[in-house]
Nanobody
Framework: VQLVESGGVLVQAGGSLRLSCAHS????????IGWFRQAPGKGREGISC????????YYADSLKGRFTMSSDNAKNTVYLQMSGLKAEDTAIYHC?????????????????WGQGTQVTVSS
């Protein structure tokens, strides 16, 4: 299993950005894939999760409305579209995968992780 994030850059506050997570080595229909972020000095925070279940993707309440997760199975890629970016969104953004269709509530429920991509929002 491999996950590779890309798209992180320096962006001004109020701007938008789309992150990508290219995955391989597993069948996306059998896994849940999540986006997480980790800001300096803080723990890993869950953003969203996508699985082949009704109601997916799921979002953290604090980020719902500004962040949108989508999946393109033909490209083996999931995306995180972010808008209205704020300085506090500055973090390393990771995607992660776990076998099964029940999105885990926290980072410990995911076995496979990408190395992350840095997003920096300047105010």
């Amino acid at each position: 299993v491999q996950l590779v994030e890309s798209g992180g850059v320096l962006v001004q506050a109020g701007g938008s950005l789309r992150l990508s997570c290219a995955h391989s080595g597993f069948t996306a229909d059998d896994y849940s894939i999540g986006w997480f972020r980790q800001a300096p000095g803080k723990g890993r925070e869950g953003i969203s999760c996508f699985s082949s279940t009704p109601g997916s993707p799921y979002y953290a309440d604090s980020l719902k409305g500004r962040f949108t997760m989508s999946s393109d199975n033909a490209k083996n890629t999931v995306y995180l579209q972010m808008s209205g970016l704020k300085a506090e969104d500055t973090a390393i953004y990771h995607c992660a995968a776990t076998y099964g269709l029940g999105c885990a509530a926290g980072p410990y429920g995911y076995e496979y992780w990408g190395q992350g991509t840095q997003v920096t929002v300047s105010s």
